[in-house]
């Protein structure tokens, strides 16, 4: 078994009793834990601002910069959790891979990965070892975080390896991953290459930001849910399972041990797919602490698949956070009232917070969540 620091914010007891914390173990904390995907980011003007004339890849490598963008939704809306202000294409942009993020669009990559010889020649020149050697800004990052965010959970965070593979594959952006879900069956030992690679790099991310100071880690499988259930279990299950592996024996002595006794608990996790409510059997088995459900299924129907034995995340529907005041916070109040059936319950969106929306309404759902 792997152990936290001694200094780690879990360990000396900065946010092991944070609301986030007890309900990622599972208990009901006084306060309903709120804090949103995306909070960080182009609903904020302080955000514009301060990536005015700064690439977003460059924006994630700075540490300062990066720090204080995490910061900014912290201090306006009073959530219960930081986000680490990253990207999924950060461990291969610091493995060597040519990436970069299109404004409007996402990530896109000069060279599209379609063959066993792509596949083979991406492992020998963007080993993880490269990723590890190249880590420094991340960990700077976390570490101005935590000095910072006291008793504030920062959630660190990775792309599940079949969310890059389907941006590798395809070479940006796709409707559907079309390409990425073809060369699965075309050539699934190429296919089982490439995530596994992704999953490396991916696990190693992870692990940094759990070392440095994170309080939990979210695998992002944003579009797991173009997948059928056999294909995911088949080809794609064991890559995730690779990924959290990195982390899972990450362990912390639980502060509020009784003197006597000391208790070992895990480091937290969380999945989030979008679309995906076919697929929750195959998450579970993942094993994560949470599991983050969009906003298609209610949290009641979510939970009882699950034999209502797990963590919800979720699941506000970003649409609502365009309606009337009355109809938001009847929607709010609905998604908490149903997310009372599982064991525990963080309110987040279904997805992350688009970027046209009002950052006082998102404020106004944290405050209602709090007083709920
Ligand atoms: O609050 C947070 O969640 C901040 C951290 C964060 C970002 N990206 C910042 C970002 C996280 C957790 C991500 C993960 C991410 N990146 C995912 C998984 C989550 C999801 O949304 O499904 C995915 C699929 C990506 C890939 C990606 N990066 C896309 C599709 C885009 C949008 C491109 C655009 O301009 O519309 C990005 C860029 C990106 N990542 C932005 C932010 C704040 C926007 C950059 C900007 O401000 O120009």
């Not at 963008?69 to 201090?75: A, L, N």
């Not at 294409?89 to 669009?105: H, N, S, T, W, Y």
């Not at 998604?335 to 963080?346: L, N, S």
Request: hydrophobic share 45%; with cysteine; net charge negative.
């Amino acid at each position: 078994m792997n152990t936290l620091s001694a200094s780690h914010p879990l360990s000396d007891g900065r946010t092991s009793t944070s609301p986030l914390v007890q309900a990622l173990h599972g208990f009901r904390p006084d306060r309903l834990p709120v804090w949103f995907m995306r909070q960080a980011g182009r609903s904020l003007p302080e955000y514009r601002k301060l990536r005015e004339g700064t690439s977003m890849l460059d924006a994630c490598l700075d540490p300062q910069l990066a720090a204080e963008i995490t910061m900014q939704p912290v201090r306006r809306h009073g959530v219960d959790a930081a986000i680490f202000f990253s990207d999924i294409v950060i461990p291969l942009k610091l493995a060597g891979v040519d990436v970069e993020i299109v404004p409007g669009r996402g990530p896109v990559f000069a060279n599209p990965i379609r063959t066993a010889r792509d596949v083979a020649q991406l492992r020998e020149e963007h080993p993880a070892e490269r990723l590890r050697q190249a880590m420094t800004p991340i960990r700077e990052t976390v570490q101005l975080l935590i000095a910072e965010l006291e008793s504030t959970p920062l959630i660190g965070f990775a792309g599940a390896p079949f969310t890059l593979a389907a941006y590798l594959v395809e070479g940006g952006p796709s409707r559907d991953h079309l390409q990425a879900r073809s060369l699965m069956h075309t050539d699934p030992i190429a296919w089982r290459d490439l995530l596994a690679w992704a999953a490396e790099l991916s696990g190693v991310f992870l692990e940094g930001q759990a070392h440095a100071g994170a309080s939990a880690v979210q695998l992002f499988d944003s579009w797991a849910g173009s997948l059928s259930v056999q294909d995911y279990a088949a080809h794609v299950a064991a890559s995730s399972m690779h990924t959290l592996e990195a982390v899972r024996e990450l362990h912390y002595v639980d502060p509020q041990g009784d003197g006597y006794s000391t208790r070992s608990l895990p480091l937290p996790t969380v999945h989030f797919a979008v679309g995906a409510d076919h697929l929750l059997h195959e998450f579970a088995k993942l094993e994560t602490s949470a599991i983050g459900i969009d906003w298609r299924i209610p949290l009641d129907e979510a939970s009882r698949r699950l034999g209502d034995t797990r963590t919800l995340q979720g699941n506000l529907n970003p649409a609502l956070l365009f309606a009337s005041p009355e109809a938001l916070e009847f929607h709010v109040r609905e998604v908490i009232d149903r997310g009372r059936r599982a064991p525990a319950h963080i309110l987040n969106l279904g997805h992350g917070v688009p970027p046209e929306t009002d950052p006082a309404v998102l404020t106004r759902v944290v405050e209602l969540a709090h007083a709920y």
